[in-house]
């Protein structure tokens, strides 16, 4: 069983008013099942009784393009009383745009990506994409079950990135359901035994929320046939002067994090858990992302790094841009975090309104197990075997000030 850790430390701390749900298994006892059934079906008859609308002022649809097989690709809008909204493509499930109020309620779209699907086929940047099977990098593409060596795609150097040379940032989603109190869509797809050379067939889906307090939470759910190995994550860029608008160095930056994972030349983990005080990493006390940037070093040069978290539901990050007032709070279940300053963005990319991303033109933070772990029996586990459920939750929460 796996088991998702309620310790809530870090998240009373700052995020006290990001909601979060608070299970501490995965596997939903019959008491759990029964609440959660009587809510289901609560929440489907209520809105038909009180005569509710449809869902289509809520969630829209268009088309984003096709894909090279020729399958249509579609974009779903969420929007909220407040105006906030997100838009998410199927292929990669991915999100496009994310329009957040700033401190005189003027939206901007938050989100570095492109205005329809095609050159999501060619980036390597993964913006906005759901990565799997594993995020993040895997030493040499290899890693060990049993008494099997898998060996996956080498895509990035000497090691596997995000999932491979078609992970799920390249696959079309199916839309499976959605809602409109509070907005919400869910992708999902089966993954075949051996995709991309990880083992057993997974069935996967991942839903985004878009509440009224302008959080999108994020929850991702995952069964297998046989023993694999799961890392999924989101690989959002974030620029809250608006994509494509300056860069993030001026951003202010909280990571509630004591300690991070160092890494070789090639971005795989050392091993050892560092702690961050007296170093450019540390971001326990709020801080400017340009500050320490060029002591971190790097080629390029940049954050590019996994920090631990404390697990439960933990407030990760923060992050304030003093000039818009927009504020983003991270809580996950998860016990890492890759934060990322787009240092391989070379201004190669024109995204949406024909703006061009510099290096630094956004940042990601990625909520993960960390990086390698397979091949890091110290770190903990990605192991996910038949009968346990993989489930996760990140909420991104936004506000002024
Ligand atoms: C991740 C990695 C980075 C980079 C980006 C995509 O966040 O950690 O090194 O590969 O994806 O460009």
Not at 218 to 236: E, F, M, V
Request: hydrophobic share 35%.
């Amino acid at each position: 069983m796996i088991m998702i850790n309620n310790r809530l430390h870090g998240f009373q701390r700052s995020c006290r008013s990001v909601a979060f749900p608070r299970w501490t298994t995965v596997d939903a006892s019959a008491h759990k099942l029964l609440v959660y059934l009587v809510f289901v079906f609560l929440s489907v008859t209520l809105p038909i009784a009180a005569g509710a609308k449809d869902n289509s002022d809520v969630v829209s649809a268009k088309s984003f393009g096709k894909t090279a097989k020729d399958e249509p690709v579609t974009l779903y809008t969420l929007t909220n009383k407040d105006g906030m909204s997100v838009s998410l493509m199927d292929y990669g499930a991915a999100v496009v745009n994310l329009l957040v109020p700033d401190r005189t309620g003027k939206l901007d779209d938050v989100v570095l990506g492109f205005e329809s699907v095609a050159p999501y086929f060619t980036q390597t940047a993964y913006f906005g994409a759901t990565i799997g099977r594993y995020g993040n990098r895997i030493a040499n593409g290899s890693f060990k079950l049993g008494d099997h060596t898998y060996q996956l795609p080498k895509n990035n150097g000497p090691n596997s990135l995000h999932g491979g040379l078609n992970g799920f940032d390249k696959q079309l989603w199916k839309v499976e359901h959605k809602e409109s109190n509070p907005p919400s869509i869910r992708f999902s797809r089966v993954s075949p035994d051996g995709e991309e050379g990880y083992p057993g067939k997974l069935s996967v889906n991942v839903t985004f929320t878009l509440t009224e307090k302008n959080q999108l939470r994020i929850s991702y759910q995952a069964t297998t046939d046989k023993p694999t190995i799961i890392n999924l994550t989101n690989h959002t860029y974030f620029n809250f002067a608006g994509a494509g608008n300056r860069t993030i160095l001026d951003h202010i930056v909280t990571l509630h994090a004591n300690a991070f994972t160092p890494v070789d030349s090639t971005l795989i983990p050392t091993g050892k858990i560092q702690k961050v005080a007296g170093t450019p990493w540390d971001f326990q006390t709020a801080k400017p992302i340009g500050k320490d940037i060029k002591a971190v070093g790097g080629d390029p040069v940049g954050y590019d790094h996994n920090y631990v978290l404390e697990g439960g539901a933990s407030c990760a990050a923060e992050v304030y841009d003093p000039a818009s007032g927009r504020l983003m709070k991270v809580v996950t279940d998860q016990p890492g975090i890759q934060f990322y300053t787009g240092n391989f963005l070379d201004g190669t990319l024109t995204g949406k309104g024909g703006k061009v991303y510099p290096q630094y033109g956004g940042f990601c933070l990625e909520t993960q197990h960390y990086p390698d772990s397979p091949n890091h029996p110290n770190f903990p586990s990605t192991l996910l075997k038949p009968g346990q459920v993989y489930k996760t939750t990140t909420v991104y929460a936004f506000s002024t000030k």
